[in-house]
């Protein structure tokens, strides 16, 4: 469901570019260790240092209790902002703040100073990384909220 986000907010800045690049990346080995993201940042395809923020999507088909957001409390203005837009649109019930955890890709950005966050909805169905977890069982109540809220924090970072 992330890479469903990703690849939708993919298709609306090609057909519609923004004044900055922005870079889509899938990464793999993340339950093996982050893997993917490490490799990418031991063999980086630009340079690193110019990453103004990265967002991490994972568990992006439910949302029905709104969505948690790792590093709130870390960048807290790019946070505000989130929630502002949010406040402002009613796109989901609630955008929760959440401190800093290595728990996914986006860890290996931040352990190297690039802001950013990790992000993922709540509610819905409690399926995740069982046999239960499954694309035809995913509900995607939230998933259309989630992704304007996102084009709308986007568009104006």
């Known amino acids: 469901s992330g890479v469903a ?3 939708n907010l993919g298709k609306h800045f ?3 570019p923004p004044e900055y ?3 889509f990346i899938a990464f793999s080995a993340e339950e093996a260790g982050l893997l993917g993201a490490e490799n990418f940042i031991q063999n980086p395809l630009f340079e690193t240092d110019k ?3 990265l ?3 994972d568990l992006a088909g439910t949302g029905e209790e709104g969505i948690k957001v790792v590093n709130a409390t870390i960048f807290k203005t790019e946070f505000e902002k989130l929630q502002r837009i949010n406040d402002q649109n009613k796109y989901l019930p609630s955008v929760q703040s959440r401190g800093e955890a290595c728990i996914s890709d986006h860890c290996i950005f931040y352990n190297k100073k690039i802001p950013c966050f990790y992000i993922y909805t709540l509610g819905g169905i409690s399926a995740y990384h069982d046999i239960f977890d ?3 069982t ?3 109540t939230e998933f259309e909220n989630y992704y304007h ?5 986007l568009n104006n970072f």
């Open 138 to 140: 995913l509900p995607l």
């Open 51 to 53: 990453i103004r923020f």
């Open 21 to 23: 690049s922005m870079i």
């Open 55 to 57: 967002i991490n999507f």
């Open 14 to 16: 090609a057909a519609n």
């Open 134 to 136: 499954k694309a035809e």
């Open 149 to 153: 809220l996102m084009l709308s924090f």
């Open 5 to 7: 986000m990703m690849m």
